[in-house]
């Protein structure tokens, strides 16, 4: 990319932010309900109620200690409640943060839509593919801007690595490495709940569409990636931000096989989830890789695009290119066969929340629209379906079904608890 077009490329997601902020200013508030006041739900919370176009009018969470406390970051401006149902009945809310646990995700951004709301759902989108169709659909259907926390997405820096590669600038990238790594060992606990159930939980609103199951609590708040009936382990928490780049960067909507191992081998301590998984997917001329390791830290960077000319490194904080050398027959240089290049990154959060309250305004579809963030969900399910299954599984991207497998298909959908419903 020459330093003209890098230039205007960032102006261009300067000026996205800037107008958001001017065209959905003082005279036109936009107002915000949250749903799951978790961590990172009170996090995105925040950024939200740093933009001065936006007003704070409802929060919900089924733990009063978490309500509380995203009731006091809008300085009390919000009111509390403990069902979503009766947030979205609210008609001065234009649009909602979706940060409950994973296994919410599909049915509060559908009642949501319903309701006439925009909406920022968190990833892992959700934990199966019909679920994301239906996402999708009732998206389209109402009319809504539905952005997911794919911050990524919305990177300056990302956007100019994608140009990169899809450019040819670090040759012809034929394999991608990701993984997410760290060392929890000896295992993970509850942390703010004891062993009884206390009164400010609300335990079966908790499980709402998941199996009813006694209380457990080291089954909510954080560690609940770690059982299957909410979410899907490290393959869908991080595998949902650094898969996203690699898809993107490929211009593809889905692999064309998967395969998948892992087990929880080292940590016992009541999750499901695996502590080492490795996942392989094959996309036309590339192979793309995941890692997920909770035993052991060793090199924790992220993602990796091998180029024939150079490797880049990509993150958060900027990426960096490392020249190849070619020493293959009928060369005669050890000359590089590029220069290195490097460039920072940052901000996240603030341009991805620039980009939903600015396609808020316009109508058109974010950065992280639905439908990217449903074709990179299934990836991640894919990934666990394989690894169950201990089969190579082949997906059909039109049909959205795993071919000539009944049994991946079963383990990709599971029947909600009565009454919950995806169904009007």
Same mark, same amino acid.
């Given at each position: 990319?020459?330093?003209?077009?890098?230039?205007?490329?960032?102006?261009?997601?300067?000026?996205?932010?800037?107008?958001?902020?001017?065209?959905?200013?003082?005279?036109?508030?936009?107002?915000?309900?949250?749903?799951?006041?978790?961590?990172?739900?009170?996090?995105?919370?925040?950024?939200?109620?740093?933009?001065?176009?936006?007003?704070?009018?409802?929060?919900?969470?089924?733990?009063?200690?978490?309500?509380?406390?995203?009731?006091?970051?809008?300085?009390?401006?919000?009111?509390?409640?403990?069902?979503?149902?009766?947030?979205?009945?609210?008609?001065?809310?234009?649009?909602?943060?979706?940060?409950?646990?994973?296994?919410?995700?599909?049915?509060?951004?559908?009642?949501?839509?319903?309701?006439?709301?925009?909406?920022?759902?968190?990833?892992?989108?959700?934990?199966?593919?019909?679920?994301?169709?239906?996402?999708?659909?009732?998206?389209?259907?109402?009319?809504?801007?539905?952005?997911?926390?794919?911050?990524?997405?919305?990177?300056?820096?990302?956007?100019?690595?994608?140009?990169?590669?899809?450019?040819?600038?670090?040759?012809?990238?034929?394999?991608?490495?990701?993984?997410?790594?760290?060392?929890?060992?000896?295992?993970?606990?509850?942390?703010?709940?004891?062993?009884?159930?206390?009164?400010?939980?609300?335990?079966?609103?908790?499980?709402?569409?998941?199996?009813?199951?006694?209380?457990?609590?080291?089954?909510?708040?954080?560690?609940?990636?770690?059982?299957?009936?909410?979410?899907?382990?490290?393959?869908?928490?991080?595998?949902?931000?650094?898969?996203?780049?690699?898809?993107?960067?490929?211009?593809?909507?889905?692999?064309?096989?998967?395969?998948?191992?892992?087990?929880?081998?080292?940590?016992?301590?009541?999750?499901?989830?695996?502590?080492?998984?490795?996942?392989?997917?094959?996309?036309?001329?590339?192979?793309?890789?995941?890692?997920?390791?909770?035993?052991?830290?060793?090199?924790?960077?992220?993602?990796?695009?091998?180029?024939?000319?150079?490797?880049?490194?990509?993150?958060?904080?900027?990426?960096? !290119?490392?020249?190849?050398?070619?020493?293959? =027959?009928?060369?005669?240089?050890?000359?590089?066969?590029?220069? +290195?290049? @490097? $460039? /920072?990154?940052?901000?996240?959060?603030?341009?991805?929340?620039?980009?939903?309250?600015?396609?808020?305004?316009?109508?058109?579809?974010?950065?992280?629209?639905?439908?990217?963030?449903?074709?990179?969900? !299934?990836?991640?399910?894919?990934?666990?379906? =394989?690894?169950?299954?201990?089969?190579?599984?082949?997906?059909? +991207?039109? @049909? $959205? /079904?795993?071919?000539?497998?009944?049994?991946?298909?079963?383990?990709?959908?599971?029947?909600?608890?009565?009454?919950?419903?995806?169904?009007?």
């Amino acid at each position: 990319m020459s330093n003209d077009t890098r230039r205007a490329f960032s102006a261009g997601i300067a000026a996205t932010a800037w107008s958001s902020q001017r065209i959905l200013g003082a005279n036109d508030r936009v107002r915000i309900g949250l749903i799951g006041c978790g961590g990172r739900g009170r996090g995105l919370w925040r950024t939200f109620l740093r933009k001065p176009m936006v007003e704070p009018v409802a929060a919900c969470d089924v733990y009063e200690p978490n309500l509380n406390r995203a009731i006091q970051a809008s300085e009390g401006k919000a009111a509390g409640f403990r069902d979503f149902r009766r947030l979205l009945e609210r008609k001065d809310i234009d649009a909602v943060i979706v940060a409950a646990p994973d296994h919410w995700h599909a049915l509060q951004t559908v009642f949501a839509c319903r309701a006439g709301k925009d909406v920022y759902v968190e990833k892992p989108l959700c934990l199966m593919p019909s679920e994301g169709r239906a996402m999708v659909d009732a998206a389209r259907r109402y009319n809504r801007i539905v952005q997911v926390g794919s911050q990524q997405r919305s990177g300056v820096h990302y956007a100019h690595a994608i140009e990169l590669i899809r450019g040819g600038a670090i040759g012809a990238v034929h394999h991608i490495t990701t993984h997410w790594t760290r060392n929890m060992m000896p295992g993970f606990r509850p942390l703010e709940i004891g062993p009884e159930l206390p009164p400010t939980l609300d335990w079966d609103m908790w499980l709402g569409p998941a199996p009813k199951v006694a209380f457990d609590p080291f089954r909510c708040l954080y560690n609940y990636r770690w059982f299957k009936s909410y979410s899907g382990g490290q393959m869908t928490n991080w595998g949902a931000h650094s898969l996203d780049i690699a898809r993107w960067a490929l211009g593809a909507k889905a692999p064309d096989a998967v395969a998948s191992f892992g087990a929880r081998f080292a940590i016992h301590d009541g999750g499901e989830t695996p502590d080492v998984q490795q996942t392989i997917y094959s996309f036309p001329n590339c192979v793309v890789s995941w890692v997920s390791r909770e035993i052991s830290a060793g090199n924790t960077t992220l993602l990796d695009f091998h180029g024939t000319k150079g490797t880049m490194t990509l993150t958060r904080e900027g990426f960096t !290119v490392a020249p190849e050398v070619w020493t293959g =027959a009928g060369t005669n240089s050890k000359d590089a066969a590029m220069s +290195p290049l @490097k $460039e /920072t990154g940052g901000n996240l959060d603030s341009l991805h929340v620039d980009n939903f309250l600015a396609c808020m305004k316009s109508r058109q579809r974010p950065n992280a629209d639905i439908e990217e963030g449903h074709r990179t969900a !299934v990836m991640c399910q894919l990934g666990n379906a =394989a690894m169950r299954t201990g089969r190579v599984l082949r997906w059909d +991207p039109d @049909k $959205e /079904t795993v071919i000539g497998d009944g049994e991946a298909n079963r383990v990709l959908h599971w029947d909600y608890r009565p009454p919950w419903s995806l169904s009007e």
